[in-house]
Structures are given as C-alpha cells and as structure tokens.
C-alpha cells in the first residue's frame, strides 16, 4: 500500500523558514520522481517542487529562489526546505511521487494523498 506522511509544519513568521519531511513507503523510492504541493483555503493544489530519480530539481515561478527541494533514497524520504516564507503562503502541504515526471504537473489526477501538514505564516 502507497502512503506519504508529511512533517515539519509550524507556525512561522513572516521571512522565517521551515523544513518539510515525506517519507514514502510502498514505492521503490529510488526509481520515483517525488514533488511537493500546497493547498491553501479555497484554492486548487499546486506544483511546488519536484525532485526527479536522477536528483533533477524544478519549482514553481513562486518557489524559485527560496525553495530547495532534496531526498534521501536510503530514507525513503523528501524534504522541501522553505526560506522567506511570505504571509500569503499559508497552506497544507503534501508530497506525491510517479514514474512519470509529467503526470506531477497535475495533481488532480494523482491518487495516495497523506493528510499533508499545516504550514501557517503570520507575526
């Protein structure tokens, strides 16, 4: 069976960071492309991050700059370091991962969600 459990969300203040952890498990981690999104309130999910099987990164135009992506295969796990978190950031954030890097670009036709986890930004 797929899951992905998320962790690291917190309370943060405008221009702090964060560092999100996933760790899969069903999947022959090695050989999947792991991404991140985020949801906010009344808001479609979106592509964040992705790390591909060969440690290839791509983000988002809003992630660039202040995200950094990485994975550990031996872990099982990816993690989504975040810096200068802005307070129009506050989401859940989860991770998905497939063997095709294209289907990542969208999440609604992914399956296996986690919960995700609270990321909230204010003073």
């Known amino acids: 069976q797929v899951s992905f459990v998320e962790s690291g969300g917190a309370l943060v203040q405008p221009g702090g960071s964060l560092r999100l952890s996933c760790v899969a498990s069903?999947?022959?981690?090695?050989?999947?492309?792991n991404g991140w999104y985020r949801q906010a309130p009344g808001k479609k999910r979106e592509l964040v991050a992705v790390?591909?099987?060969?440690?290839?990164?791509d983000y988002s135009n809003a992630a660039k700059g202040r995200f950094t992506i990485s994975r550990d295969n031996g872990k099982k796990t990816v993690y989504l370091q975040m810096n200068s978190l802005k307070p129009e950031e506050p989401a859940v954030y989860l991770c998905n991962a497939r063997t095709h890097v294209k289907r990542m670009q969208h999440p609604e036709g992914l399956a296996d969600w986690g919960e995700g986890i609270q990321v909230t930004v204010a003073p």
């Open positions: 069903g999947i022959d981690f090695e050989h999947y492309h």
């Open positions: 790390v591909t099987q060969f440690g290839n990164t």
